[in-house]
């Protein structure tokens, strides 16, 4: 388990081990802080046959069909874009009959936020009057998408960003050397979000920003603006959050307006590009001028 939701991980299990855990739950968060892990974690122990306060056993034959991947009452629910009516329907009748392994049955709902409101509507019948031995598990790193009366039928955790400390040393023993405080930043304090950038190979990686910014600093023929901006416009909301980041520290150390104006500018950038269909690489390339000595 994560060290920092050890102790609520524990709370949860014991909750179940005495039948006083509510059976639809929601884990909210910032992304890349481990809520999937969690609500894993503890789906196991919900489908193991002889769970302790430790989790689950491993060893049973419901942990032994977990583990190779196929447990008849666990369903993960997901979609790459919306969550539509029928995939929650057809969630749901899954939980309908007795549980095929004669322990609980666990629905997992992963971007919960994802659904549809036909689709949340859906699953509200189900959070009202759940089946037996069901338990819902509804994750989301955008709580406010979620209807008001899905909300108020689920048993709310709002998991809070880990320490710096716990972050750093989390990082350290896996393996992500350089890590530090600022990088935990850049990926706001969500440390699986940093491992997840250091490992993925094509999206653009904070050290490969700072490369670049340093470059268009120093005034390297190969890292104009314009040639950064078509670079990097792919994670352009990214990128302009991070150098609303980077003269903010400048700004804060260096006290110099030039810094000020380019925080100015990475604000005004950041909001431009939440809306759609804005050309990202022009905001980009207005964005780096200003970053130009
Ligand atoms: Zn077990």
């Known amino acids: 388990m994560l060290p920092w939701f050890e102790s609520l991980y524990a709370q949860l299990i014991s909750r179940y081990l005495s039948k006083k855990l509510h059976h639809g739950l929601l884990f909210s968060g910032a992304k890349g802080i481990g809520k999937y892990s969690l609500a894993l974690a503890l789906s196991n122990t919900l489908l193991c046959k002889q769970p302790s306060s430790q989790g689950p056993c491993e060893q049973c034959q419901s942990c032994r069909l977990r583990l190779a991947g196929n447990h008849p009452d666990f369903h993960i629910l997901e979609s790459e874009k919306q969550l539509g009516v029928d995939k929650i329907r057809e969630g749901i009748a899954k939980l309908a009959g007795t549980a095929q392994m004669g322990g609980n049955k666990v629905l997992l709902l992963p971007q919960a936020d994802s659904m549809t409101e036909a689709a949340a509507n859906a699953l509200l019948k189900t959070l009202e009057e759940p089946t037996n031995n069901t338990f819902l598990i509804l ?4 709580i ?6 899905i909300l108020s039928r689920c048993e709310k955790h709002a998991l809070p960003l880990p320490s710096v400390s716990d972050s750093l040393n989390y990082l350290t023993r896996n393996g992500v050397e350089e890590a530090s405080e600022s990088l935990l930043a850049a990926y ?10 250091l490992r993925g190979e094509d999206e653009l990686t904070y050290r490969t920003f700072v490369e670049g910014m340093q470059a268009l600093l120093a005034g390297d023929v190969d890292s104009q603006p314009y040639t950064l901006a078509n670079k990097w416009q792919d994670n352009a909301s990214q990128v302009a959050s991070w150098c609303q980041k980077m003269a903010h520290d400048d700004y ?25 269909g804005v050309n990202k690489s022009m905001v980009l390339f207005g964005l780096l001028k200003q970053f130009q000595h």
């Not at 994750?139 to 955008?142: K, P």
């Open 252 to 276: 804060v150390k260096l006290q110099q307006p030039r810094d000020y104006s380019r925080y100015k500018a990475s604000i005004e950038a950041v909001k431009t590009l939440q809306h759609a």
């Open 144 to 149: 406010n998408k979620l209807m008001p009366t």
């Open 188 to 197: 706001g304090h969500a440390p699986l979000r940093v491992e997840e950038a």
């Open 139 to 142: 994750i989301t790193d955008r």
